[in-house]
């Protein structure tokens, strides 16, 4: 078996936060190499979705159903996933998991150079001491080992060089950042804003914070509306890896990658009490090569770099590296999704938009905040996410009668505003909601599968209910008719926010890593993609992914230098 | 959150920087693109959905379905899209439409004058009153009940060759740009009266 040395740093994952630490480590000197299980996607040539006229998509746009049944059962149901975008996307068949079929999990994964953060939401907000606190103070989980000032210089520092979108609002539970411009709210948003705002004292709406720029900024451009942004963006207003880190990490000198690569474990050296090496499989030819470096970085997601870990066993490690707590794995969690409300604003017909906003209106947390009266029925919140539009000839065509001349005639203008408000909700962490390796099944490389086993419980129901009722509420009181409450039965990854499994925490008998993202018993081992959550908010968590792995690079090159490590 | 932002259908739906350019002088029964793979129309049936959709979506002082190459997508739908159970309910509704002017009109379809076709297409449309969807088509899995949902086999060929009409003229760059309004590259969200276009968006 070969074996290479000549890397400072390695990093495992090419997605959000493995492009950060690729970015961070190379632009403080240091040899990097990122390895990527998936293909190759250069920025812009490989988009071959993006702005492809609606006459130019197969089959009107239709999903590939016998297609996406067999090999695409999971991705196919993301809400960007089509034949646009689907080249980005795990082939499922080819990836297998397991599951028990009474507690399904949906495991969204990206499998290309960049991963996730092409077709990702790009919604961003803080977290705040409300969150940092929560599992001290209720006693759900473990305390975090970090406080809001520990992390708030480096949320600026990586919200200057993503270009984040956003209207500051001043509250102390989702603190304002380093904003562009905000998107603009249409007429109807602000109507119900307004309403909001008047009926009830504690609520806000304000347009969605995202990573999407506004201006033209570090060397990317401004958004320019034409919507889809999933399908890539070949100007770069959104932040990827493709448009933001890779050429920073790249311009450097300093980063080799290889796509293609599946990490299967890691070696450990109990004598320095480090890794060792991190063994390799080339995806196309099965050959195994073992690459060592002085750190390294696991940013494979949540879900893989937890795999990765409990597939890292050795005498020192017996259930999986940096495992002693058994905490690895355990503390899964995600957001509910699928809960809320919509309804018809009647009237305005006059009032239109123009352009295709990529981001929708964000409504903040307004349950069990401090000096508030608690819930009785449920702990920590919630969010909305929403927006209202005008319906267009797809949906309003479902409604309109009969054929001919008065039909057509119908759909020329659009149908009436509609308003939506759907709610993320915090998951509490639960030691029994967990992934495992399987006993049994292993994948195409002989690495065995991932085994799940985690459903939300009662306290996520319990605030579901109330995430309808009040969408509910606050629609009929904007004026909406017609409003209905769904309820989806979300379950585990539906979000897409999956995170935990190697949480951070102040005691090595409990928790995975410690406050700089550090392995507790390996010391240049840091995790910094979400399965270092220790608790899940309810905010979208990417851009915490992302400041806390240039912290924990920070960290690490100083340590590194020091002789620490 | 454009993520869920809902409403796939009406926000972001397709942008484009098309080559937009004049209507493509498209004719029906010429190949506007795409083949189709698996041929299985006869010349007939051709015809039939042909006539169909230029029922439905007429020519008026815009292109109709024919000139925007509606039967074409229609055929491709069916032939290479649809499931046998879907074209089996396509074809028996073809089908239908003759017994049906057989029994009032004696004469099949396509022999018929406007008015008859019309009324063919009226009576297949009554078909739909009763039937109980197999699906909603809306409730995506896990998320927001706006997002478009499985799609409904099941359901009557009206609403099959309407759905297919609808979608075939609205997508194409005739329906997406002459009849409806095409901006690929709006540079900007903002309020707009709707008297400042006139008429909605396509995408």
New interface residues.
């Given amino acids: 078996m070969n074996t290479e040395t000549d890397f400072d740093a390695i990093v495992v994952g090419s997605g959000i936060s493995g492009g950060w630490a690729a970015k961070e480590l190379t632009e403080k000197g240091l040899k990097v190499l990122m390895l990527e299980r998936g293909a190759p996607i250069r920025h812009g040539a490989d988009y071959k979705g993006e ?15 016998e297609l996406y049944k067999n090999e695409y059962a999971i991705q196919s ?1 993301i ?2 996933f089509d034949e646009t975008t689907r080249h980005f996307f795990n082939n499922d068949k080819e990836n297998p998991y397991v599951y028990n079929e009474e507690k399904p999990f ?1 495991w969204k994964r990206g499998d290309v150079l960049g991963g996730r953060s092409l077709t990702w ?3 961003v907000y803080r977290w705040s001491d409300l969150d940092f606190e929560a599992n001290k103070n209720d006693g759900h989980g473990i305390d975090w080992p970090i406080r809001y000032k520990d992390i708030a210089p480096w949320y600026s520092y990586v919200e200057k060089f993503v270009g984040v979108s956003g209207e500051a609002l001043g509250l102390p539970h989702l603190p304002d950042g380093e904003f562009q411009p905000p ?2 709210m ?2 109807m948003e602000r109507k119900i804003k307004k309403s909001i705002e008047e009926n009830f004292p504690e609520r806000h709406m304000t347009i ?1 914070r ?1 990573a999407i720029q506004t201006e033209a900024k570090n060397n990317r451009g401004a958004c ?6 999933a399908r890539g963006c070949s100007v770069g207003a959104y932040f990827s890896s493709q448009s933001s880190t890779l050429p920073a990490a790249e311009k450097t000198g300093n980063l080799t990658t290889l796509t293609q690569s599946v990490v299967e474990g890691l070696d450990y050296d109990p004598a320095q009490g480090k890794v060792s090496g991190v063994r390799v499989i080339d995806a196309q030819t099965g050959a195994k090569k073992t690459y060592r470096a002085k750190l390294v970085f696991l940013c494979a997601s949540t879900v893989a770099s937890t795999q990765i870990l409990l597939n890292s066993k050795s005498e020192s490690f017996r259930n999986g590296m940096a495992n002693r707590s058994g905490a690895l794995g355990r503390y899964l969690m995600d957001h509910t ?2 809960n ?1 409300a ?1 309804g018809i604003m009647t009237g305005d ?12 209106v ?1 409504i903040p947390r307004f349950r069990n905040l401090p000096g508030q009266s608690q819930s009785p029925n449920f702990l920590r919140g919630y969010g909305y ?3 209202s ?7 309003m ?2 409604q309109v ?5 008065r ?3 119908s ?4 149908g009436p505003w ?1 308003a ?1 408000l ?1 709610g993320f909700g915090e998951h509490l962490p639960d030691q029994n909601s967990r992934m495992m390796l399987d006993d049994n099944q292993v994948d195409r490389f002989g690495i065995p599968q991932v085994r799940f086993d985690s459903a939300f419980g009662k306290n996520e129901k319990a605030m579901a209910v109330d995430v309808v009722e009040q969408a509910e509420l606050m629609l009929k009181t904007a004026g909406a008719t017609m409003v ?1 409450g ?1 309820t ?1 039965n ?2 585990p990854g ?1 979000a897409i926010h999956e995170m935990g499994t190697a949480r951070m925490g102040n005691d090595p008998s409990e928790s995975v890593l410690n406050g700089w993202n550090q392995a507790h018993d390996v010391k240049n081992l840091f995790v910094t993609d979400g399965s270092c959550m220790t608790s899940s908010s309810c905010v979208n968590p990417s851009i915490t992914y992302m400041a806390l792995t240039a912290r924990a690079v920070d960290y690490a090159v100083k340590q590194l230098h020091a002789g620490n490590i | 959150m454009d993520r869920r932002t809902l409403l796939k259908n009406t926000a972001m739906v397709l942008g484009g920087l098309a080559s937009a350019s004049v209507a493509r002088a498209v004719l029906a029964g010429v190949d506007s693109g795409v083949a189709v793979k698996t041929p299985i129309f006869t010349a007939l049936q051709r015809e039939k959905c042909s006539v169909l959709t230029e029922i439905i979506i007429p020519r008026t002082d815009t292109p109709g379905a024919i000139d925007a190459g509606v039967p074409h997508f229609v055929e491709v739908m069916v032939s290479d899209w649809y499931t046998d159970r879907e074209r089996q309910i396509f074809f028996a509704g073809l089908e239908a439409l003759d017994q049906y002017c057989t029994d009032n009109f004696e004469k099949r379809f396509l022999e018929c004058s406007a008015e008859q076709r019309i009324n063919a297409l009226e009576q297949a449309e009554k078909d739909i009153k009763d039937y109980k969807p197999e699906t909603d088509g809306m409730a995506g899995e896990g998320e927001g009940s706006l997002l478009p949902g499985p799609e409904d086999e099941g359901k009557p060929f009206f609403s099959k060759i309407k759905e297919l009409t609808v979608l075939g003229y609205y997508t194409s760059e005739v329906g997406a740009t002459e009849e409806l309004r095409y901006d690929p590259m709006p540079m900007e969200y903002t309020d707009i009266e709707f008297s400042e276009i006139g008429r909605q968006w396509s995408s």
């Fill in positions: 702005h492809m006229a609606p006459w130019d998509i197969p089959f009107g746009g239709k999903p590939l159903r149901k809400y960007a949906q939401g790009r919604q998107m603009a249409n007429f969605g995202c320019h509306y034409c919507g889809p942004c999704d699928g809320g919509y017909l006059d009032k239109y938009h123009k352009g295709n906003r990529p981001n929708g964000y996410q929403g927006g539009m005008r319906m267009d000839w797809k949906q065509s479902q009668p009969g054929f001919g001349v039909f057509k005639q759909l020329r203008a659009p509609i939506y759907g209905k769904f989806s979300s379950t539906d």
